[in-house]
């Protein structure tokens, strides 16, 4: 089977609720702004095309993993930022717990993803996520890597994780580690819903590399 495991961005269906995608779209574009970035200099800095980053700031595409990791690194703020707020978010108790109404989540519906945020949102030295995947949700269509560590547990269901090329098939119970330099892509080959406590920890000055 060849790496390609879908398409990188998914257009959003006719009449399909894109509540989700419109609010990652205007908090990307206020971030760019904020940064004083044109699409054309974003589109530099991430990789991505002028094209697709206009279609995702407003709301009629929507974006892989793989392509929020890329405008997260030239947007300079970790992954959870793109994830949105309960819509009745109370004062939290601690700024070391997360009560599972509390839960941040991220959800790409047409590449059949939805992450929720386990970690507190400001993460020092890991962010920990729920990942749900639907049968035939993927992190995109292309291998990626970037510096940092990965590692995690499926809960439930298939997961097909791509290490440098290499399949690797985990079912309810096993776990992984990597470094995140690998070049990796990850599906559900599965009939069911795959469940992932997921563990990205960026790189650390003065830690061992694996």
């Given at each position: 089977m060849s790496g390609t495991i879908g398409p990188e961005h998914a257009a959003l269906e006719p009449g399909a609720d894109d509540g989700d995608e419109r609010r990652l779209g205007m908090r990307l574009k206020a971030r760019r702004l904020e940064c004083r970035l044109s699409l054309n200099r974003l589109a530099e800095l991430s990789g991505l095309s002028v094209g697709m980053l206009s279609q995702i700031e407003r709301g009629i595409s929507s974006p892989s993993l793989r392509s929020?990791?890329?405008?997260?690194?030239?947007?300079?703020?970790p992954m959870s930022w793109?994830?949105?707020?309960?819509?009745?978010?109370?004062?939290?108790?601690?700024?070391?717990?997360?009560?599972?109404?509390?839960r941040r989540l991220l959800r790409l519906t047409p590449t059949g993803v939805m992450k929720e945020l386990l970690s507190p949102s400001s993460p020092d030295l890991f962010e920990m996520y729920e990942l749900a995947l639907q049968p035939g949700g993927r992190s995109g269509a292309d291998f990626y890597s970037h510096l940092g560590e990965k590692a995690g547990i499926v809960?439930?269901?298939?997961?097909?994780?791509?290490?440098?090329?290499?399949?690797?098939?985990?079912?309810?119970?096993?776990?992984?580690?990597?470094?995140?330099?690998?070049?990796?892509?990850?599906?559900?080959?599965?009939?069911?819903?795959?469940?992932?406590?997921?563990?990205?920890?960026?790189?650390?000055?003065?830690?061992?590399?694996?």
């Open positions: 929020l990791r890329l405008l997260a690194g030239a947007l300079g703020v793109f994830f949105a707020e309960p819509e009745e978010a109370e004062r939290r108790e601690s700024r070391h717990v997360v009560r599972r109404a509390e809960l439930s269901g298939r997961l097909r994780l791509w290490l440098d090329g290499e399949e690797h098939l985990l079912d309810e119970g096993d776990s992984f580690h990597f470094p995140s330099k690998v070049p990796h892509q990850f599906d559900n080959p599965g009939p069911d819903v795959a469940r992932i406590v997921w563990v990205m920890a960026p790189p650390m000055a003065g830690r061992p590399s694996v």
